[in-house]
């Protein structure tokens, strides 16, 4: 059973930078698509951007496009999310997934736990 744990969030002012990483065990990821998503409080969860396998193909939610960007390290088995220009209302609980079982209704077999971000005007 693959296992996700998403890390690196954290408290940034607006305009600053974030990483956040996703790091699977319990077996390989490589095989993949992955994807980001979020959900802010009171609201619904949301696409932010994945990625197919070998990183060959990515999509970005408008909302993030030109300051995100998602990519992969098949050998360390993670997924990373640069965040830059962080606005306020980039403010979530960032989630990550694997093994799209349909990827562009956003369904996915496995979850991660959760990285708080909170951007502060």
């Known amino acids: 059973q693959v296992q996700l744990v998403a890390s690196g969030g954290g408290l940034v002012q607006a305009g600053g930078s974030l990483r956040l990483s996703c790091t699977a065990s319990?077996?390989?990821?490589?095989?993949?698509?992955m994807g980001w998503f979020r959900q802010a409080p009171g609201k619904e969860r949301e696409f932010v951007a994945d990625?197919?396998?070998?990183?060959?193909?990515?999509y970005y939610a408008d909302s993030v496009k030109g300051r995100f960007t998602i990519s992969r390290d098949n050998v360390k088995n993670t997924l990373y999310l640069q965040m830059n220009s962080l606005k306020p209302e980039d403010t979530a609980v960032y989630y990550c997934?694997?093994?799209?079982?349909?990827?562009?209704?956003?369904?996915?077999?496995?979850w991660g736990q959760g990285t708080q971000v909170i951007v502060s005007s």
């Open positions: 997934a694997a093994n799209a079982i349909n990827r562009k209704a956003y369904e996915y077999a496995y």
């Open positions: 319990g077996g390989t990821v490589r095989t993949y698509a």
């Open positions: 990625c197919s396998w070998n990183a060959g193909s990515v």
